[in-house]
């Protein structure tokens, strides 16, 4: 019933937005009218033509919505020599739902399992049925928790789902078109706008009953234990491969690293840190429903599972990766499909880890020595540049612009930090240390033996003149070449900077720009273009040009470079910027500038503060 409620109710809402475009395109025929009979061609032209454009728009956006095609998504296909295991059982499932079994199956790298059909007209005839599995589950779950997953997937297949999705799939799909194409200005948007929001509202709350129907199939043919289990594991396991992406694999992939496996890894982590895993998921906080959700949380589902009586089922703790014939070699095929390195140079895990650290920890470095060459002027600065400051007295002076209110005393004695990550870089470019992966916890400097080298010790004694002594002898020991450890890279580009905020139409310095604001620094980019396609301009330009390409072109100005920023008012924003070499940069946002998203004035204001504090 909720499959064939939500295709009605897509059906329905989607006539109706049409219809309320139609109902506008009569209130404009009729507008005009009057505009003519009372005022001029002229007048009637200017006002009438943006309602006409965004009416336009919902026509473009159904033309496309009928013309998209639900294609299967990019996977590894796996046939039954390479998942017999995982064939069988989801074969046994299907004949227990009462449903055909999927013509394939596809691996992906995602931690999500789900159905497609390819139908046709709007469901009533099925279609090719594609199961879609994530790896990761394959390392993570059992095979009785896999089960449950499969068998609510299948679920959607005998509650015929997926054959009416494709209603609710291209409903969603021309109003998302539509509603880019109109300006976010124009009066027409604002009506369509509230309508998709009611769209979403309908078709979402369909898709939650479907996935507690769908729960059903999970205890009946898994159990509760594993239904529910499984059901709170995602979320943890979900948690777990962004934190493996984040601390192990993006690092090294901004350093045009690559590891040569990259799901072997992700295995690794789950074996080193599965007692975390576990605390997690027994603390995991459950979160609060909304009426945009398209799943129903956890705890609402739980607590349905415990009202459906479960079938006989012999629990199997076995890990579901013996389904597949060869779960490392499967990876490596699924990354070898979905995982272009490009240029990257591609590494076993332990040489990923010591070069993307080494990377970091020199990127760390060539800050601060950026910033002592501005503040010594010597235009190759290094390790013995900041040495030369703590035994004339001046790391205080120095170091002060690294800690906020810190008196010049305390940010000399705060500055043991980064003087412990300068000497890491000089241990590792001297040849007499490295960085060692390790999977539960931050990767840690070795010597050649293996063993630690802890160097916060001699940081604590290298950034005080009456100590440098004893510092610089235990270095010398140690093999560790100080005037080897120089800036590498002489200033900071936009190369792997993410953009978190544009505007459209600003002056700087009187002439009008479009500002893209990064994590490490802005792009200032000259004659800018009407005013009134601000928004559009800047998405078009974003998708179609590399940031670093545009930051080329352009002009580039790094954070670490502005000294100050005077802000004379919020909104529109206007501002003066104090860059080190002592020139200035006058900023004034004007009342017909256009945001990229409503918050990137927010956040430009946001990193003046934190250049200021």
């Not at 709007?122 to 993570?140: D, E, I, K, M, S």
């Not at 979402?204 to 199939?217: I, K």
């Not at 990876?331 to 076993?348: E, M, S, T």
């Not at 170091?399 to 940010?411: D, H, P, S, V, Y």
Request: overall charge neutral; glycine content about 8%; some cysteine.
């Amino acid at each position: 019933m909720a499959a064939t409620y939500r295709a009605l109710a897509s059906v329905v809402m989607l006539i109706g937005f049409y219809v309320v475009a139609l109902l506008q395109l009569a209130a404009v025929a009729a507008l005009g009218v009057w505009l003519f009979s009372h005022t001029n061609a002229v007048v009637t032209g200017k006002l009438l033509i943006p309602l006409v454009i965004a009416l336009g728009a919902v026509a473009v956006g159904l033309w496309k919505a009928i013309r998209t095609r639900n294609e299967p998504a990019p996977g590894l296909i796996l046939g039954e020599r390479e998942a017999p295991g995982l064939w069988a059982i989801v074969r046994e499932l299907a004949g227990a739902v009462g449903t055909r079994a999927p013509d394939e199956i596809r691996l992906v790298p995602e931690v999500n399992a789900a159905v497609g059909e390819q139908s046709r007209l709007l469901g009533l005839v099925g279609g090719r049925r594609t199961l879609y599995v994530g790896l990761p589950l394959l390392q993570a779950l059992r095979i009785d928790q896999l089960r449950s997953v499969l068998a609510h997937e299948l679920g959607h297949y005998s509650g015929s789902h997926t054959r009416l999705g494709g209603v609710a799939y291209r409903g969603r799909l021309a109003i998302e078109e539509t509603i880019e194409r109109i300006s976010p200005r124009n009066p027409i948007g604002l009506v369509f706008k509230g309508y998709a929001k009611l769209y979403l509202m309908v078709d979402n709350a369909a898709s939650r009953r479907q996935e507690l129907e769908a729960d059903r199939s999970s205890v009946l043919l898994a159990g509760h234990q594993a239904a529910t289990s499984a059901l709170r594991t995602l979320p943890v396991l979900d948690a777990a491969w962004g934190f493996y992406m984040r601390r192990y694999v993006e690092p090294g992939w901004s350093a045009d690293l690559a590891p040569d496996d990259l799901f072997g890894g992700f295995g690794q982590l789950l074996q080193a840190r599965r007692d975390e895993l576990a605390e997690l998921r027994e603390n995991a906080p459950e979160r609060a429903a909304s009426r945009w959700d398209t799943h129903p949380p956890i705890g609402v589902r739980v607590a349905a599972m415990a009202d459906v009586p479960a079938g006989t089922v012999v629990p199997d703790d076995r890990p579901a990766g013996l389904l597949l014939a060869d779960l490392a070699a499967t990876g490596r095929q699924l990354q070898a499909l979905v995982v272009d390195p490009g240029r990257r140079q591609v590494l076993p895990w332990p040489q990923f880890t010591a070069a993307a650290v080494a990377a970091s920890v020199q990127q760390q470095a060539d800050g601060v020595y950026r910033a002592a060459g501005r503040f010594t002027g010597t235009p190759q600065p290094g390790l013995s540049t900041v040495l030369e400051l703590v035994r004339a007295g001046r790391l205080g002076e120095f170091a002060e612009q690294f800690f906020g209110n810190a008196t010049r005393k305390e940010a000399a004695v705060h500055f043991a930090g980064p003087m412990e990550t300068l000497l890491d870089n000089a241990a590792v470019r001297s040849g007499r240390a490295s960085w060692r992966l390790s999977w539960t916890g931050p990767a840690e400097l070795v010597d050649p033996a293996g063993e630690p080298c802890d160097l916060a010790e001699v940081a604590a004694l290298a950034v005080s003149p009456q100590t440098l002594d004893e510092a610089l002898a235990r270095l010398a020991a140690l093999g560790i070449d100080l005037a080897g450890a120089t800036v590498v890279q002489q200033r900071v580009t936009a190369r792997h900077a993410d953009v978190i905020g544009a505007l459209a139409n600003i002056k700087i310095d009187g002439r009008e720009h479009d500002v893209l604001v990064l994590d490490n620094g802005l792009i200032l980019m000259a004659d800018a273009g009407k005013s009134s396609e601000g928004t559009k301009r800047l998405t078009a330009l974003l998708g179609a040009t590399p940031v670093a390409e545009l930051a080329a072109r352009h002009t580039f100005l790094p954070y670490e470079e502005i000294t100050s920023v005077e802000v004379t008012k919020q909104v529109p924003v206007k501002a003066q910027l104090t860059l080190h070499d002592g020139r200035t940069v006058a900023m004034q946002e004007l009342y017909a500038s256009e945001l990229l998203e409503k918050r990137s004035r927010d956040t430009l204001l946001k990193v003046f503060q934190r250049i200021n504090d």
